[in-house]
Nanobody, 126 residues
Framework: QVQLVESGGRSVQAGDSLRLSCAAS????????MSWFRQAPGKAREFVAA????????YYADSAKGRFTISRDNAKNTVYLQMNSLKPEDTAVYYC???????????????????WGQGTQVTVSS
């Protein structure tokens, strides 16, 4: 059974940076597509960033381009989300999601993922 555990969320000021981590167990990340999603109160869960199993390709939501970077350390079985220039509208619960590399489907659809973490809260104050 695959388990994903996020960490690193906290309250910060606008303009600050934050790095989220997602530690995986039960399956090696080198055989998984990994992504980050977020969900603000009263809103649907939305795609933030994705990384293919090798880490060779990454994809970002428009809201994340230029500010967020997804990366992975397959040796540590951990995926990261570096967030810079944070804005109040980035406030949300951030979730790590994964699926086997052979699973197809668009990256930005939550139902295309098999594994989810419990989420970590990020709050950005103006």
């Amino acid at each position: 059974q695959v388990q994903l555990v996020e960490s690193g969320g906290r309250s910060v000021q606008a303009g600050d940076s934050l790095r989220l981590s997602c530690a995986a167990s039960g399956r090696t990340l080198s055989s998984s597509t990994m992504s980050w999603f977020r969900q603000a109160p009263g809103k649907a869960r939305e795609f933030v960033a994705a990384s293919t199993s090798s880490g060779g390709s990454t994809y970002y939501a428009d809201s994340a381009k230029g500010r967020f970077t997804i990366s992975r350390d397959n040796a540590k079985n951990t995926v990261y989300l570096q967030m810079n220039s944070l804005k109040p509208e980035d406030t949300a619960v951030y979730y790590c999601a994964g699926r086997p590399a052979y699973v197809s489907g668009t990256y930005y659809v939550p139902s295309n993922y098999n594994y989810w973490g419990q989420g970590t809260q990020v709050t950005v104050s103006s």
